[in-house]
């Protein structure tokens, strides 16, 4: 657990400092925590002050530029566009790389110069998860934390230094193999490997090249819609929910509480929708007693 502070009459929590032992009411720190969000809050007046002189319309472009390169590009998806674009104008980019004795297994598995794809997508991903991400998490954690209902969709949660911690170590972890899989992915397709995507429009109709957008769109929203009746983990529903009917009364417990603790303002007209009434909670319960008598009498 980090150590609480005084500063300017204010309690500041430093993950960096660990507690080593207490003694009459002392604490002794050790050396600091290399997986600790630290370097925000000890650079963070440098920060705001080069920040104040920003322009609001253009901090704002900022932040949202940052969040939308960190989703885009973290996982190493750039990779992969950058690839299908110089394909669509150059062929094969794997061809135009000057490197001798490539092994024959690897060009049969189309994976020739796969080191230099690895380390491309490794690198890059490594310097948006530590450079952006800190830089939102200095925005956001540091700057306006103590405002959190302004921004944060659950304004009364905050992970504790420990959760942090391991936040940094496991999202390293799993970053490395994102990264990995999409450098092989890249790599394979960008030496001729088989793909979906095609770059000629006379490929298909022409109808489809506008048609497929739209397709696309209710993919993607059908996976994602979330829904009233239903009760959302990440342990075990993921996208598609469990029905309220098959809730124990604990997992019902602790989505009624997930959901009271959500921010109004992440919806429209500062409202939550999602919230369930005493209504519907005793329709509920009607339902669920329905559907257990059923399955007795079957």
Known sequence: MGVKKKKNGESVQNGGIKPHHETNGNIKET??????????EKYSAGFEKVWSKIPKFLGAFIVTAAICTMGLGISGDWLLILVHSLKQYRGNLAEDLDINNVDGLIESLRLKNFSYFWLGAAFVSYIIYYGIGGFLHWYFYVRQRDRPHEWKCQPTKFMSPELERHEIIFGSLTLLLNSTTTAMVACYISNGGYSTIYYNISDYPTWW???QFVVIFIYQLHGTYRRKDRVYTEDTFYGKGKQL???TAEELKADIEERKSENPKAYRGDKLVYILSDKDLQEQDIKTS???KKKKYY
């Open 245 to 247: 009917t098959e809730v």
């Open 209 to 211: 090249f506008f048609l």
């Open 31 to 40: 050396f600091p925590d290399p997986f600790a969000v630290t370097w925000a």
């Open 290 to 292: 329905a559907i257990r």
